[in-house]
């Protein structure tokens, strides 16, 4: 009798170590899935200014308190687009290489908007390959932009106007974002006519 009580302790005990570590194992996977999720569902509607509308000259400052015109008739006469992160946004640091590309490719000026705390983003740009992509702050961006859910994109043409702004975290989505600018759209129909014929 008392070796049945034993072997059943024992197995009682093997099974109450395996169901914790059960519970442990499907606990890390949920928080690798909330991490590799991108923003989905009905996204609410944004405030702040829109597309069609310019914005106005503001200036921003990097992380090395330089400040950095934003907005505006571009100099150069090259299009922007602004990408809005934050330091605990695990969706901005895997859409950032994709953003980064994207603009590589269309010849677009790229900066980063951090939201939060300075010292967490300047700690996500020690962690972050950033590649050279300016990460600045600015209050009065972030109120004239009144951004709700991030990675948001903001794509300006060369005026200043927005072409185009939303949530983006795939490449697909930057692109039809990017697609908004005058001079995207004559490629696009270019290529959607081969395709076609």
Request: glycine share 8%; net charge positive.
């Amino acid at each position: 009798m008392l070796i049945i009580l034993t072997v059943s302790t024992l197995l009682l005990t093997v099974f109450t170590l395996g169901l914790a570590l059960g519970v442990f194992v499907l606990a890390r996977q949920i928080g690798v899935l909330h991490e590799r999720l991108a923003p989905i569902g009905v996204q609410p509607v944004l405030s702040g200014l829109q597309a069609g509308q310019a914005l106005p000259q503001v200036t921003a400052r990097t992380l090395a308190d330089a400040p950095v015109a934003i907005g505006g008739a571009s100099a150069a006469g090259r299009a922007m687009m602004l990408m809005f992160v934050s330091a605990d946004c695990p969706v901005c640091k895997r859409a950032l290489p994709v953003a980064r590309a994207v603009a590589q490719e269309q010849g677009l000026d790229l900066a980063l908007i951090g939201e939060g705390d300075v010292a967490a983003l300047s700690a996500m740009a020690q962690r972050t390959p950033l590649g050279g992509v300016p990460l600045l702050v600015s209050m009065e961006l972030l109120l004239l932009m009144q951004i709700g859910r991030l990675p948001t994109l903001v794509v300006l043409d060369p005026r200043g106007v927005i072409t185009a702004r939303d949530v983006a975290s795939s490449r697909r989505e930057i692109e039809s974002l990017v697609a908004t600018l005058p001079q995207a759209r004559p490629a696009q129909m270019k290529e959607t006519s081969h395709v076609a014929v």
